[in-house]
């Protein structure tokens, strides 16, 4: 059968090479662009769910409405909350807080300049990262620790066994020696960690004199949080506008509180960290968002454009069905039942999806860095996820192209496809007009396809 | 006998109009036979000749095949009594374009699930037994129409049907090639084999050992060719 169908996809190659090129360009375009778009779309979706346990952890945003302001939602947040939010809910297994920072090495007299985030100690042991070089648990223990991404190890050292050497940083003007305690490998991307050179702890001094740590109204970096368990953050976000009421509100005279009635102008929410990049487009001080509708137009963009390629190759196959009406009514007169001949047709819709496929697989390894490229996104072909998916769409691509032609023209009654055969017009059968069977198949093809784009 | 049709009607129905294309048809063919159908155009002889392939099913009446109720069979063992019984030969040759000549003899027995080196022995075989051999690889779009025809005819009886159906084999030959097609029916009939053939020639369908004529739908002579 196999050999049968190849041998069929063969012979309609050479005698109608623009018919089966046709047919295979059109899907292979459908699938390839159906593939990137996929591949984009799965890339902003999987912001921050490459962590372990990334379903419990959270970031903390605060929202603003003063009278006669617009009210706003930021992602920078005062850390004063945080050993509150401890002490108060139980429900918090560990949290951080998380500042970015601009540092500049200098090398040979020149300036290098790297994107740094300072945090907690516990940060390694709240996203459950391990380190190429060092210990997790105490490389932000001390305060000239420095944990290196292995890139940031690369241009500053030129390699990345680099535990123990001394970095002369400069941040915001003050210079200050770091020893490298650790050497981070790749974290899980894209989220949090993406661009991030280098981690240190938060400077002690900070703590005790920077206003976002002492005051409710100032801030300067956001909150990370770990919950014991996924529900746990709706539960936490039922409470917090108590939490507020009760730790950040104090009298209108008081400096570190928000006022007498805070919860009237502040409040405090907990956002998943997987939704943060969807949701961070409607947040302020947040880089690398996406609107959710745009992506989910873009992935449906990307199937119009396989049902499009389907439909094409539905709409050749159909066209030609006419011309394959003789051979169907001949094979059935030689004793081939529907059975076999829908086996047979289906087997060469699938061959040509399958072709179609490989050439879409082609076309999207060309159109992924270009997209990257284009958009300063890191998008790249996973091929774990495209061996996964390809073969689906290949199958259904398959279905979808080769089910409708087939099950046509497997149906045909051979005794009026021969007998249109020997008449000069077209014959009726049941009110329908055949032509080999085509004319109405045709007409009620362009008309179904009519009535569906109209829809 | 081998066939027995009993009773047997056709009819086409549209939502307006309803035709009679066949109206209680009596006949028996028995093995061997060399069976002539006549008559007018419209009269009912390809309806009749499908019905016999099985290609087209009676509205109502009997056909048994070898003591086998066919009328009753689905489509899939009509499909099976097809390739095992029955050789095709049309006016128009019907050849697939894209097959070679070789192969469109194969196709009879490709559903037949014989391997195929038995395939291309008996396509050989028959291809010999109507001096076609030399054509082989070609397509028929090559082939003159006599050839061609012949053609069709090593198609019909590669797979040694019981009952070899044409329907107007010569009606697109010239004088010498429908000539050269009535020779090979009558020596595969000689060879045992039955056959039913629609014709409009009187002088071929006189080649046959019998002839019924039609009108109307109905048979309306029966009768034995002197040969």
Redesign the interface.
């Known amino acids: 059968m196999i050999a049968s169908i190849l041998r069929s996809i063969g012979r309609q190659a050479r005698r109608h090479p623009l018919y089966v090129g046709l047919n295979v360009f059109g899907l292979a375009l459908g699938i390839g662009v159906f593939l990137t778009l996929a591949l984009v779309v799965r890339f902003e979706y999987s912001f921050n769910t490459g962590f372990v346990d990334a379903d419990r952890l959270a970031r903390m945003d605060e929202h603003w409405s003063e009278p006669g302001t617009t009210p706003y939602e930021s992602a920078d947040v005062s850390f004063r909350a945080l050993p509150f939010l401890k002490q108060d809910f139980s429900e918090i297994e560990d949290g951080v807080t998380f500042t970015a920072t601009n540092l500049n090495v200098e090398k040979n007299g020149q300036f290098t300049h790297f994107s740094g985030r300072m945090t907690d100690p516990g940060f390694f042991r709240m996203f459950s990262l391990r380190l190429l070089q060092g210990n997790s648990d105490t490389a932000l223990t001390r305060p000239d620790g420095l944990v290196l991404s292995r890139q940031a190890a690369m241009t500053v050292f030129g390699k990345p066994d680099v535990l123990g050497k001394t970095v002369e940083i400069n941040r915001i003007g003050q210079k200050s020696t770091y020893t490298v305690t650790g050497v981070l490998g790749d974290a899980p991307s894209p989220g949090l960690l993406d661009n991030v050179d280098m981690l240190l702890p938060v400077p002690p001094q900070d703590r005790l004199q920077r206003s976002c740590f002492l005051f409710w109204a100032s801030s300067c970096g956001e909150i990370l949080l770990k919950f014991h368990k996924h529900n746990d953050i709706a539960a936490v976000n039922a409470r917090l506008s108590d939490f507020v009421q009760h730790r950040a509100s104090g009298t209108a005279e008081d400096q570190i509180s928000i006022g007498a009635d805070g919860k009237r102008v502040y409040a405090l929410s907990v956002v998943p960290l997987k939704e943060t990049h969807f949701h961070d487009s409607q947040v302020e001080d947040t880089a690398n968002s996406a609107e959710q509708y745009v992506i989910d137009g873009i992935g449906l963009i990307g199937l119009l454009a396989l049902i499009l390629g389907c439909a094409n190759t539905v709409n050749l196959a159909t066209a030609r069905a006419g011309l394959r009406a003789k051979e169907v009514a001949l094979r059935k007169t030689l004793g081939a039942s529907r059975f076999m001949l829908f086996t047979q047709f289906m087997g060469e819709a699938m061959v040509f999806s399958c072709i179609a496929g490989l050439s879409g697989l082609v076309l999207c390894e060309i159109c992924v860095p270009a997209i990257a490229s284009v958009t300063g996104e890191a998008v790249r072909i996973n091929y774990y996820f495209i061996a996964l998916l390809l073969p689906l769409v290949i199958l259904g691509s398959g279905l979808a192209s080769g089910l409708y032609p087939s099950l046509i023209l497997s149906g045909y009654n051979p005794a009026s496809i021969l007998a249109a055969a020997r008449m000069p017009a077209c014959p009726q059968e049941g009110g329908k007009q055949l032509c080999y069977g085509t004319c109405w198949l045709w007409r009620n093809f362009l008309s179904q396809s009519a009535s569906l784009s109209a829809h | 006998m081998l066939i027995h049709l009993s009773r047997i009607q056709r009819l086409y ?3 307006e109009v309803e035709t009679t294309a066949l109206h209680d048809i009596e006949l028996e063919i028995a093995q061997g036979e060399f069976v002539a159908i006549m008559g007018p155009s419209g009269c009912g002889k ?1 309806t009749l000749l ?1 019905i016999l ?1 099985t ?2 099913r009676p509205t109502a009446g009997s056909y048994r095949f070898g003591g086998e109720e066919l009328t009753k069979l689905n ?2 063992a009509l ?2 009594f ?3 019984n ?1 050789g ?1 030969i ?3 040759f ?1 050849l ?4 070679t000549i070789e192969e469109n003899i194969e ?2 027995l ?3 699930n014989i391997p195929k080196p038995e395939r291309r022995k008996r396509v050989a075989q028959a291809m010999d037994r109507v001096g076609i051999a030399h054509r082989a690889r070609h397509y028929p779009s090559q082939l003159s129409g006599g050839q061609q025809q012949r053609a069709a005819i090593a ?1 019909a009886i590669v797979g040694e049907p019981r009952l070899i159906l044409a329907d107007e084999p010569t009606g697109n030959l010239d004088t010498e090639n429908g000539t050269q097609v009535m020779d090979i029916l009558q020596t595969l009939n000689d060879e045992g084999s039955t056959i039913i053939m629609v014709t409009h020639s009187p002088s071929h369908a006189d080649l046959a050992r019998r002839r019924v004529d039609m009108l109307d739908g109905q048979i309306v002579i029966s009768v034995r060719n002197v040969i």
């Open positions: 129905r549209s939502d390809s499908n392939g290609i087209d489509e899939a499909a099976r097809r390739r095992e029955l095709y049309f006016q128009s019907n697939i374009d894209e097959l196709l009879a490709v559903y037949r198609r």
